[in-house]
């Protein structure tokens, strides 16, 4: 399959050389192809990464001279085929065992350049995003997944369990009202956060791919795999127009992710074992064993 794959972007970009090259099949939407460690190929898995294509391609090329740290370059595309090509943003990403190593100023620098880029990120024009297709979240949509989401844990888990996540569905329709949707990454998790080793300014963030134009609050929700305190420390030196109870609204979509990942174990999903997303709902919704 490789070597067809490879004929294939031979075929579709001819003028394109490398030597050596990485296939990487772990992403959920994305097949990626490392060439040389220079260019990186995204061939789409499902038709939904195929409609996104063009809209990634677009956010890119907007961005390149709006945001300070390293993105993804586009270099070419291809229609049909919907796969293009970037120029790859060097490092590692950013892991939490990577981050409990650092020195104290080493975490509090790397706070304030993710604040900066999603100080810049946030200010971005909304029509300057629709103008590449990017959507907007349908809030009422999304409140009926997560309600039904929780109804379908409801009949899964204990009746302590079902208590606990009764009180945080009332808490999240408490606090998540009130702000400015801007364009937000979506999935800043820490395996799309990149820095080098020796830890300079370069950070990079990589796959936009689930960009929207939402609640920024959203974009601070994985930051919590760092701790609570990385995450007050990013909001102290962010300058986004949407500052109230931004803590809280992150905190509450970080939870409501292992909502989320609950029900796919139970709706049968190949992406999560069900003993994984019962750790993680444990852990985020804090129910202790008894």
Partial sequence: MNKDLIVTIHKIFPNL????????TSGWDYDILLLDKNFVVRIPKNNEAERRMP?????????????????????????????????????????EVRYKKL????????????????????KIPKDAACKCQVPEKDA????????????????????REKSILDVFMKKRKKILKGFNPTLIHGDLTSENIFIKKNFDDNLGIIDFSDAVIDDPARDFAALFSYGDQFVRTVIRHYQGSSRQ?????????????AI????????????????????????????KRV
Avoid at 250 to 256: N, R, V
Avoid at 272 to 285: G, N, P, S, V, Y
Wanted: net charge positive.
């Fill in 17 to 24: 050389e490398w030597k050596k090259t990485k296939f990487i």
């Fill in 55 to 95: 809209i990634d391609f677009c956010l890119l090329t907007y961005l390149q001279e709006k945001i300070d740290v390293h993105i993804p370059t586009p270099i070419l595309k291809d229609t049909e085929s919907k796969i293009a090509i970037y120029k790859a943003v060097n490092g590692a990403p950013m892991s």
């Fill in 103 to 122: 020195k104290p100023h080493q975490k509090n620098k790397f706070a304030k350049i993710v604040s900066s880029f999603l100080s810049q990120l946030h």
């Fill in 140 to 159: 009422i949509a999304e409140n009926k997944e997560v309600a039904s989401n929780s109804k379908l844990i409801c009949s899964n888990v204990s009746q």
């Fill in 245 to 257: 109870k931004i803590f809280e609204r992150a905190k509450i979509y970080y939870q409501e992710m």
């Fill in 260 to 287: 989320t990942l609950m029900a796919w174990s139970i709706k049968g999903s190949k992406l999560i074992k069900m003993r994984d997303a019962k750790k993680i709902f444990h852990q985020r919704l804090n129910i």
